[in-house]
């Protein structure tokens, strides 16, 4: 069983749909909580991290981190088609900059 | 663009060579880690370098090895190439081992023939 896992998609929705991401993770240790995007050919961008549970909002992004359930979610609101790219659920024990457990990514395709 | 910068971006090599890939960190950043990305998977962690020493490794094997510079930049090493090591490498830098963001560069695709 893999510590991280992510459904692969891939997913597409209408321009201006609600996206919800989710991952689910084995190892209850993990402490912070990363959502990267990565565009074709390109490195992954960090878009937000969370430490331990709760909600954290950026603009037209929306984190949400359940210990409990061992589940984190990413909820993207007016999606736009340069939202397209490959988002990947992460997680680290100590900080976001250690070795980061990464999702295999869902690739995203927002239809104009 | 992050301040990462990978050297070669592309790169063909035959089984059983031995390759040098090259990571120059973010101003100011002492930190620098590897990953292994295969086609359609989420990055896998190699291993991390802090101030030129190894600091924690992944599940690869001896084969693949590490250098950190005294200007933080850092080079991986993958010897006896096998088909399997076809990827994307990414480095990625951070200040210091509790930094609160890594940032990647764009990596360096490896073609194993």
């Known amino acids: 069983q893999k510590e991280v896992e992510q459904d692969p998609g891939p997913l597409s929705v209408p321009e201006g749909a609600i996206v919800s991401l989710n991952c689910t993770y084995s190892n209850s240790a993990f402490q912070y909580f990363m959502w990267y995007r990565q565009y074709s050919r390109k490195g992954p961008e960090l878009l937000m991290y969370t430490y331990s549970s709760g909600n954290k909002e950026d603009g037209r992004f929306t984190a949400q981190v359940d210990k409990s359930s061992k589940y984190i979610s990413l909820f993207i609101r007016d999606s736009q088609p340069s939202d397209s790219a490959t988002y990947l659920c992460?997680?680290?024990?100590?900080?976001?900059?250690?070795?980061?457990?990464f999702g295999s990514g869902t690739r995203l395709s927002i239809r104009p | 663009e992050t301040g990462v910068t990978q050297s070669p971006t592309h790169l063909i090599k035959t089984r059983g060579q031995q390759v040098t890939l090259r990571c120059s960190s973010q101003?100011?950043?002492?930190?620098v880690s590897w990953y292994q990305q295969a086609l359609g998977q989420g990055p896998q962690f190699i291993f991390q370098y802090y101030r030129e020493e190894e600091n924690g490794r992944g599940n690869f094997p001896p084969r693949f090895s590490g250098l950190q510079f005294p200007n933080y930049s850092s080079e991986l090493n993958v010897n006896a190439l096998e088909l399997d090591d076809s990827a994307l490498y990414l480095c990625?830098?951070?200040?210091?081992?509790?930094?609160?963001?890594?940032?990647f560069g764009q990596g360096t695709r490896l073609t194993v023939v």
């Open positions: 992460a997680m680290t024990l100590y900080s976001s900059a250690s070795k980061i457990i």
């Open positions: 990625a830098s951070s200040m210091d081992r509790g930094g609160t963001e890594a940032f």
């Open positions: 101003s100011g950043h002492n930190t």
